[in-house]
């Protein structure tokens, strides 16, 4: 399977825990966005990455969350000290893009967070 | 602040009804459109776009969807919906830069 996956597919953790997410783009794909999804809504962007670079981030992504992509792979999002408001979906997806232009992005299945 | 808003949440028909899901946005410049669907256990999938040109846009599976900017619209049409359609059909915009904004989603069920 070469498309977007993530890992784990499920985590559940205690309130005040860090938890790390992985995301494996495409791998020629040089755009990597991570998105949050909770029941009954679209996915809310959180960040993007244009190869190892972090060009944008959301008003959502405080500063418990964390996001990196170190050699413009693949790429890691951690939250710290979490609450029972990050349960939600995670998703990540990526693009193989023109510079300064859109294109189309694949999605990853997602992690599903559970905070207790 | 820039929205996306679609106005059905549940949709039910039966095999070979046409379908029309409505989205709007509120943003006056320059967007590009999408839209994506999740069938059940899958991932979220590209169904079409609109960037530019023919405002007319066909997708895969015989969808198509109408950009009126008049309307701030992006409506989604198939003339005959059937069982496996069923699934969640989100709209998305993109204002520029890169960060995508979607709609909270229309669940379709299809009766066979």
């Known amino acids: 399977d070469t498309g977007v996956s993530q890992n784990p597919r499920h985590k559940i953790t205690k309130r005040g825990q860090n938890v790390t997410f992985r995301c494996d783009p495409i791998?020629?794909?040089?755009?990597l966005y991570w998105y949050r999804q909770t029941l009954g809504q679209g996915p809310e962007f959180l960040t993007y990455?244009?190869?190892?670079?972090?060009?944008?981030k959301s008003r959502l992504l405080s500063d418990r969350f964390s996001a990196e992509r170190p050699k413009g792979s693949f790429s890691t999002l951690e939250i710290q000290r979490t609450e029972q408001g990050d349960s939600a979906m995670y998703l990540c997806?990526?693009?193989?893009?023109?510079?300064?232009?859109?294109?189309?992005?694949?999605f990853g299945p997602g992690t599903r967070l559970t905070v207790l | 602040a820039q929205s996306v808003s679609q106005h059905n949440h549940h949709v039910i028909l039966s095999e070979a009804a046409s379908l029309e899901l409505g989205c709007n946005y509120s943003?006056?410049?320059?967007?590009?459109l999408f839209w994506y669907v999740q069938y059940p256990g899958q991932h979220l999938q590209l169904l079409l776009k609109?960037?530019?040109?023919?405002?007319l846009v066909k997708g895969i599976k015989g969808f198509e969807a109408e950009f009126i900017k008049s309307k701030f619209s992006f409506n989604l049409r198939k003339p005959s919906v059937q069982w496996s359609d069923t699934a969640e059909y989100f709209c998305?915009?993109?204002?520029?830069?890169?960060?995508?904004?979607f709609g909270a989603g229309t669940r379709l069920f299809v009766k066979a």
């Open positions: 997806a990526s693009s193989l893009g023109p510079a300064g232009g859109l294109d189309e992005q694949f």
């Open positions: 791998s020629e794909h040089n755009r």
């Open positions: 990455f244009q190869n190892e670079a972090q060009l944008e």
């Open positions: 943003y006056g410049g320059t967007v590009n």
């Open positions: 609109y960037f530019s040109g023919d405002p």
């Open positions: 998305a915009v993109a204002t520029g830069g890169f960060k995508t904004i």
